[in-house]
């Protein structure tokens, strides 16, 4: 695999948390998510992409003909995805699915 | 172009995909390593050729031709917060629109649309799901039944349709652009606070005209006033990640010689025009040993940096944000930077030059413009003198 593509899902906090855990050359990469930018490695394949924690929708909102919502969605947790260089340790992760 | 000195050139190859360079000195191809990981089930980053939307794979560069020559697009990241850019199942709120079959003529990407039918009926079909407030850019193709131009209103009561972004009409039409024949490419936008979050898309009231149309090819950013490209979700929101391309071992290659050598890129386009947070490491020479020593272009909306730094003294100089040339030239322990056609610093360092790697990279974040256009690239492995470099950079 040339990256190791991870899904974290959990509370804003974990999984937030966890983003700024994210480590290059022992360094947090992103101690201050959502602050900053992407960092990259020694490689163009070195990536550590994030994406911004969304909450999922457990079940949708239900509308009339009229357009009204009728029942309001219900959501979840909140879902991120990683892309990190290949062979990172992914097992401190605390909401990896 | 011609640039003389210069002795490996950008030239994307079309047979194979690949982002390659001719070196003129080895007579070889030299290839650079392309990353645009899959954050989703595909890569989200289409590209039109020859009138076809086109997805592009995981890792496929991302470059077209322009007026005839090579171009390579760093694109940012974003992400498409419409579930399905070819939709045939309702979102959000809809309510007497119709789903059809229809082959857009663009590739098999838009195989579908939303059918509104006339006037008698508020018709309206949303999607998304955007934060409370902020900024949102929705872009979307329409026909019109009757094949005239579209007439997009901001009111209810006029023109043919209009545009919603969180759960108003209050947008703005960025632009109504004619992709071929009579189907055009609508791109809106609105910033403020969202009175609906769920409900962005398209609504046709009584009060305007009698005109039945189908829409497809729905694309919403957040975070952003201006369109991003088309991010083509399927059943799920998308995010395509930022481009990102690296050449190494360019000193075994000959592309670059030992402690010495020269680089020079031009840019399209301003490199970020809506962006408070800098962005580092937009092109960036280093040493692959050693990532603390490098020589890199970093910019924000305000201002371009070029920095030397690892080699003893650190150098920023700043230059205007419209510049579009850059040219490095280094040589031991001396390296001169240039903006447009001036030398603009030059400084002995306490160690030798020693650059093998060069890379650029798109922001992380969706920002205006949406992408950077490279359109010359060239490297020497011999440093060359500063009335050489400025004629070369006065070719591009």
Not at chain 2, 81 to 91: K, R, S
Not at chain 2, 169 to 174: G, L, R
Not at chain 2, 206 to 209: A, I, V
């Given at each position: 695999m040339i990256y190791t593509k991870v899904t974290l899902k959990g509370s804003k906090a974990a999984v937030l948390a966890d983003i700024r855990s994210i480590q290059k050359d022992g360094e947090a990469a992103y101690p201050n998510y959502p602050e900053g930018y992407e960092v990259t490695g020694s490689s163009a394949f070195d990536r550590y992409v994030v994406t911004p924690p969304r909450q999922e929708v457990l079940n949708p909102a239900t509308y009339n003909g009229a357009g009204e919502e009728v029942t309001p969605a219900v959501l979840g947790d909140f879902i991120s995805k990683l892309v990190l260089p290949a062979g990172y340790d992914t097992s401190h992760f605390a909401t990896k699915v | 172009m011609s640039l003389g000195p210069f002795t490996t050139h950008l030239i994307p190859f079309t047979k194979n995909g690949k982002l390659q360079f001719w070196n003129d000195i080895t007579k070889e191809i030299i290839e650079a390593d392309f990353s645009r990981p899959n954050i989703?089930?595909?890569?989200?980053s289409s590209v039109w050729r020859n009138d076809q939307l086109i997805e592009l794979a995981e890792n496929e560069p991302d470059w077209d031709d322009k007026d005839g020559c090579p171009v390579i697009k760093i694109r940012t990241q974003a992400g498409n917060?419409?579930?399905?850019?070819?939709?045939?199942?309702?979102?959000s709120a809809a309510s007497n629109i119709s789903y059809v079959l229809k082959d857009w003529g663009f590739g098999s990407s838009l195989q579908n649309a939303v059918s509104y039918g006339d006037n008698s009926l508020v018709r309206f079909r949303y999607g998304g799901s955007l934060p409370a407030s902020g900024s949102a850019c929705l872009s979307f193709y329409v026909e019109m039944n009757d094949g005239s131009e579209p007439v997009l209103a901001q009111n209810n009561n006029s023109g043919d349709f209009s545009v919603v972004i969180g759960g108003a009409?209050?947008?703005?039409?960025?632009s109504l652009t004619l992709i071929s024949g009579t189907k055009y490419r609508v791109v809106s936008s609105a910033t403020g606070?969202?009175?609906?979050?769920?409900n962005s898309g398209v609504i046709k009231y009584?009060?305007?005209?009698s005109k039945g149309f189908v829409v497809s090819g729905f694309t919403l950013v957040s975070g952003v006033t201006t369109y991003q490209g088309d991010i083509p979700s399927n059943g799920a929101v998308l995010t395509r990640s930022a481009n990102s391309f690296q050449f190494t071992d360019l000193v075994t290659q000959g592309v670059l010689g030992v402690n010495q050598g020269s680089f020079i890129i031009k840019l399209n386009n301003q490199i970020f025009k809506e962006l408070g947070t800098t962005i580092d490491d937009f092109v960036y020479l280093s040493n692959s040993a050693d990532s603390s020593k490098y020589i890199r272009l970093r910019g924000n909306s305000s201002s371009i940096s070029i920095q030397v730094v690892g080699y003893g003294t650190t150098i920023t100089q700043t230059v205007p944000v419209s510049t579009r040339k850059f040219a490095f030239v280094w040589n031991g322990k001396n390296v001169k930077l240039f903006a447009t056609d001036t030398m603009v610093n030059e400084s002995a360092q306490a160690d030798d030059i020693d650059i093998t790697q060069y890379g650029t990279q798109g922001p992380s974040i969706p920002v205006v413009p949406s992408l950077v256009e490279i359109s010359a690239m060239a490297f020497s492995p011999i440093a060359l003198t500063e009335a050489q470099t400025i004629v070369e950079l006065n070719k591009l």
């Open positions: - | 989703g089930a595909t890569s989200g917060l419409i579930l399905n850019f070819d939709p045939t199942v309702n979102e009409i209050s947008v703005n039409i960025n606070t969202f009175s609906n979050q769920n009584t009060g305007q005209s």
